[in-house]
Each structure stands twice: as C-alpha cells, then as structure tokens.
C-alpha cells in the first residue's frame, strides 16, 4: 500500500528539535522511497552523517551470528552439541558446546572483563586474540556449563570463530554470501 507524507516529514521535525541523529530508509517494492541523513557521526569532527554511514550493530549483530551458525548446521557442517573444541582446537574448555554459547549458558567470562587485564585497550582486540586470551590465561568460569543463564558476548565472538573454520571463510564473507 501506498505510503503518504506530510509536507512536513516528523523526521525533520524531531531533527529540528534536538531528538534525532540517524538514518532512515523507507522501501517499497524493494525500491527506496525515501533516504535521508540527519545530524552528525563524529561529535569530535561535526561531519555529518550520510546515508551511506556506517553503524556499530553491536548485540544486534548476535542475531545475524546464530542465523550463520544455524545455516552451517543445516549444511551438515556443524551440530548445536559439538563441543567448542571441535571447531576451535586451540579453545581451553572441554565441556562447552555450541549450544551452550548460543544459548549463553557456558559460564564463560565477560572478555572485555578479563582482557583488561593484559590489554590496554579493547579496539585491538580481535576473535583471535580473544580466543588466544582464553587459551593463555584461562580465566575461572562463573558457573559449569549448562547450569545458568548469564547473557555472554565472548560465547559469540567464539560462535563467530566457529562460522570461519565451519564455513572456511571470513565472517563477513560469509555474511556477505549467504545473507546479504
């Protein structure tokens, strides 16, 4: 169905008043019907935002990283009760599973809580370095395996190690191809 504008669009309106820094794209039919940039991507810089910029997905990203890990699983690639170690020979838990990472009851640490420790700053740090970080120090699990829920971000920097070797490809590659 078709979608009308007011003269005035609400998202000028709320740009005007000081509540609104980001992108929007409206699509129809798979055709843009309306694109538009609004406010700034470095407060530093004051450059402004465009519609091509770029944007830190963060958590949101998990949910495209279970989709690639159920793909692989469909593929016969992978199972959800694979142990970590399968995958990741280097990765120092032996009683942690896929599964368990997907459904954040693997006990494992925080990694921008016990990276602090031997980095001085996490943009360095990669899945790599993570998983070696893992693998060197071995930090203490809050809980075994499968007896909690505590939501976990290193379970999916691992999961996303898991996607390269499973699929033998970047993850964003990956991504790329099967997703996007």
């Known amino acids: 169905r078709r979608h009308s504008f007011p003269t005035r669009r609400s998202s000028d309106l709320l740009y005007e008043r000081g509540m609104l820094n980001g992108v929007f794209l409206l699509a129809q039919d798979g055709k843009a019907v309306y694109k538009k940039a609004f406010g700034i991507s470095n407060l530093t810089t004051r450059e402004p935002l465009k519609t ?3 944007f830190n997905l963060a958590s949101i990203s998990k949910q ?19 142990k970590v170690q399968r995958h990741l020979a280097e990765f120092p838990y032996s009683n942690i599973t896929i599964r368990h990472l997907l459904n954040h009851t693997s006990g494992l640490p925080e990694y921008f809580d ?4 031997y980095y001085n700053t996490l943009d360095t740090l990669t899945n790599d370095k993570t998983l070696q970080l893992l693998k060197n120090h071995r930090p203490n699990l809050a809980f075994e395996p499968n007896t909690k829920f505590s939501y976990c971000n290193t379970g999916y920097v691992l999961l996303a190690s898991v996607i390269e070797k499973a699929s033998g490809m970047l993850i964003q590659d990956y991504f790329n191809q099967q997703i996007v």
């Open 114 to 117: 016990f990276a602090t420790q």
């Open 64 to 82: 495209f990283t279970s989709m690639m890990i159920m793909m692989l699983k469909e593929k016969g690639k992978l199972n959800y009760d694979d």
């Open 52 to 54: 091509t910029s770029a």
